[in-house]
T-cell receptor, first 116, second 111 residues
Framework: DTEVTQTPKHLVMGMTNKKSLKCEQH?????MYWYKQKAKKPPELMFV???????INESVPSRFSPECPNSSLLNLHLHALQPEDSALYLC???????????????FGPGTRLTVL | AQSVTQLDSQVPVFEEAPVELRCNYS??????LFWYVQYPNQGLQLLLK??????LVKGINGFEAEFNKSQTSFHLRKPSVHISDTAEYFC?????????FGSGTRLLVRP
C-alpha cells in the first residue's frame, strides 16, 4: 500500500479565516513533506518533517504553520492567507534513511485551495 | 547546485506512436532520479526511479527510462502511447530530502 490521503480535496477560504489541511499515511514512513504547486508549474517544497521534527523550512511565510502530531499525521494550519496563496497543496511521505540516503517520495492527491 | 532540465514543455503525439520525453540533470554527487506523472486535478504518481544498478529502468504503464551518466540524461520512453497517457510528466532528482523538479512536459496524445 503506497497511499497518502489528504483532506479536504477542495477548500475555499477568506483572507481572515483559519483553516487546516490534513495528511495521513500508514506506510510506516518517518519523513513527511508539504509542497505547494501553482498551475502549470512543478511542486515547490515548503516543509520537511523527519521523525516528527521539522528539519527543513523553505523560508515559508508564517501564515503557514506545519504540525506533525505523530508519525502518521501531518497538518498545515493556514491563517490570514493572501489570494496568491491559492494553489494545489501536496503532501508526500518517504522512509527516512537520512539526508544522504534518499528514498522515494509518495504523494497524496492534494488539496485545491482558493483564497478569496 | 543540482538542477533538472526538461527540454520540451509540450509533446504532441498520435495514439499508438512511440514517445520520448527528455530529461537532463546536473550533479556532482550521487544521482537519484525519478519520473512522476500528474493527471489533471490529481497528485503525483511515481512512474519509475533510478537509485543504482541497471541503467534501464522499467516502470508502470509500459514506461521505461535509461540512465546515461556520460550524457547526464534520464529520458522517458514508451513504445506505444494511449489517449489515457495524456498528462504532465515531471523528472526529478533527490538531494538531501529535496526533490529537484524539472519544469514538466505535457504529453498530449491525439487520436
Amino acid at each position: 500500500d503506497t497511499e497518502v490521503t489528504q483532506t479536504p480535496k477542495h477548500l475555499v477560504m477568506g483572507m481572515t479565516n483559519k483553516k487546516s489541511l490534513k495528511c495521513e499515511q500508514h506506510m510506516g514512513h518517518r519523513a513527511m513533506y508539504w509542497y505547494k504547486q501553482k498551475a502549470k508549474k512543478p511542486p515547490e517544497l515548503m516543509f520537511v518533517y523527519s521523525y516528527e521534527k521539522l528539519s527543513i523550512n523553505e523560508s515559508v511565510p508564517s501564515r503557514f504553520s506545519p504540525e506533525c502530531p505523530n508519525s502518521s499525521l501531518l497538518n498545515l494550519h493556514l491563517h490570514a492567507l493572501q489570494p496568491e496563496d491559492s494553489a494545489l497543496y501536496l503532501c508526500a511521505s518517504s522512509r527516512d534513511r537520512g539526508p544522504k540516503s534518499p528514498d522515494t517520495q509518495y504523494f497524496g492527491p492534494g488539496t485545491r485551495l482558493t483564497v478569496l | 547546485a543540482q538542477s533538472v532540465t526538461q527540454l520540451d514543455s509540450q509533446v504532441p503525439v498520435f495514439e499508438e506512436a512511440p514517445v520520448e520525453l527528455r530529461c537532463n540533470y546536473s550533479s556532482s554527487v550521487s544521482v537519484y532520479l525519478f519520473w512522476y506523472v500528474q493527471y489533471p486535478n490529481q497528485g503525483l504518481q511515481l512512474l519509475l526511479k533510478y537509485l543504482s544498478g541497471s541503467t534501464l529502468v522499467k516502470g508502470i504503464n509500459g514506461f521505461e527510462a535509461e540512465f546515461n551518466k556520460s550524457q547526464t540524461s534520464f529520458h522517458l520512453r514508451k513504445p506505444s502511447v494511449h489517449i489515457s497517457d495524456t498528462a504532465e510528466y515531471f523528472c526529478a532528482s533527490d538531494s538531501s530530502y529535496k526533490l529537484i523538479f524539472g519544469s514538466g512536459t505535457r504529453l498530449l496524445v491525439r487520436p
